[in-house]
């Protein structure tokens, strides 16, 4: 299994870490600390020595801030986690902050009081962080004091080591371009900023350009590795030399010269001198800036010059998305069928996580070659009943809950491939569903749709379109606390910048661009509901009689949406078309693929719908 589902061993209570913090903050002379989810690299899933949050707090979101004072411990985060925070920390000593509209750099500013010194590490705070932070300090007459050590790691005896897995080549079959071409876009940007060099600090970033995978963070195939990009000369690639094997280590030594981690500050210290460096202000570690100025340099702040790159998928990546998303769809068709067979009651959140995990290892029943799971994308997120309002649920042994008749299963998960990183989630209704859940599934069903249908022109962003997912359930007093959609690497983070569909998505949607399509609904102590394909942005095609070209969606993702929760009477005539439409494509690609049995329930749960009759009044 590449999931387990063991509690937390050492569970966060009480204030005995707190206290700890606390005497160390007072040997540093600070009176506030900042403790982000974050490591060095800005990683949004973290290597377990970096899980310093989750240490601290017993909080194991994906993102989320702790400011700990003198008399006070608060921990930030976003909608997507106020209820999994809530339960997971201690709450007789932790108070809980929405991240969103009052983020610590505005808490700080408000409660931090008169002559504080609020400690940071530089290492994990960006330069547009720090920046903030020091408006609040401002604010609030206090002072900033740039911590050499990180405080969690002086009071984590236990702490993990830094992970050194092998890192392995990815194949020019699957990267569709050799690291020399990508260079190219890479001097060009050191150009554009008349810049000497450029710091990489997105793992991301490096195994997209160097054409390397690896295995350092959990389902998410990255290799721990800085960058220095160097203008008519060999980049410098600082990786753990013990990752690579000899032919590993050949194929990088051809586009790259290797050196060891703790070389990173001296070479950049060595190339600053009256030079112009590039850094991302948003990515980068503050660290850096204050190494490039004191050894006499200029930071140019400009955006990571590979995140654009990687996030427009090549044709070799699309061809491999495409194929990566339809062995999914077989797995996940088989999941399903096996998941309708069960009576209401007798399986368990984990027991479906298993299953749905087994399926996608077992391939075997494709007749076409296939390439195998190499790794979920995260951990699914398996919840029945009022499990599924936890938007980034993860069942364990002591929360798993029997899916239950009458309840709604929301299950989200994906699969890593060496062709692509699939992402979808379904809801699923266990027994006979309500009216009530047949009406606000429909709801999120038609905000799926209006995007999936949506046309739009050149220049448009994803702060543009995220209005369509979400008008439904407006209209009918209804939200959702996470963004609709965000962008998907290519056997890369499940969770990738810079696009996405949000209220703060302001990249332009670029043809090539792979994003999720994810309006959702939670009831909290009753339900969840979401639905998500993966959708690909397509050249902009012209429009019969129309004055411009539209680009559009290409929906990748093949899996039946479960009709007995849908009220077609509410749906219209597009909308129907559209759900037959996409049924018909599912049946016809994944019915030659399975068993004859998941071909019978296939076809079954993918029979054109038709339109409900409004009840009869009284």
Known sequence: MFQNFDPPTDPVTGDDRLKKLRKHMQSQGVQAVLVPHADEQRNEYLPANAERLAWLTGFTGSAGEAVVTDDRAVLFVDGRYTLQAADQIDGEHWEIEDYVSAPSNTWLARNAGANTQIGLDPWFHTANEVARIRAAAKDANASIKFLTENPVDKIWVDQPAIPAEPAHIHDSAFAGRTTREKMIEMDAALQKNNAKACVLTDPSSICWLFNIRGSDVAHTPITLAHAILRAGELPLLFIDQSKLDIETRAFLTQTADLHAPDDLVEELKHLSPDARIMLDPDLAAFAFTQIITDAGGTVVEAKDPARLPRAVKNDAEIAGARAAHKRDGVAFATFLAWLDKQPPGTIDEIEAAK??????????QMDTPSLPLKDISFDTIS??????????????????????????????SGGQYDDGTTDITRTIAIGEPSQEQRHTFTLVLKGHIALSLARFPKGTRGMDLDVLARNALWQNGFDYAHGTGHGVGSYLSVHEGPQNISRRGTQELLPGMILSNEPGYYREGEFGIRIENLVLVRNATEIPDGDIAMLGFETLTLAPIDQRLID??????????????????????????????????????TEPATRDLPAASA
């Open 383 to 412: 919840g029945s009943g009022p499990n599924g309002a936890i938007v980034h649920y993860r069942v364990t042994q002591t929360t798993n809950r029997i899916l239950g008749d009458g309840e709604l299963y929301l299950c989200d």
């Open 568 to 605: 077609t009477s509410i749906l219209t005539d597009a909308e129907l078309h559209w759900l037959n439409a996409y049924h018909g494509w599912v049946r016809r690609e994944i019915t030659p693929l399975v068993t004859e049995e998941v071909a019978l329930w296939l076809k079954q749960a």
């Open 355 to 364: 299953k749905l995990e087994a399926t996608r290892t077992n391939l075997a």
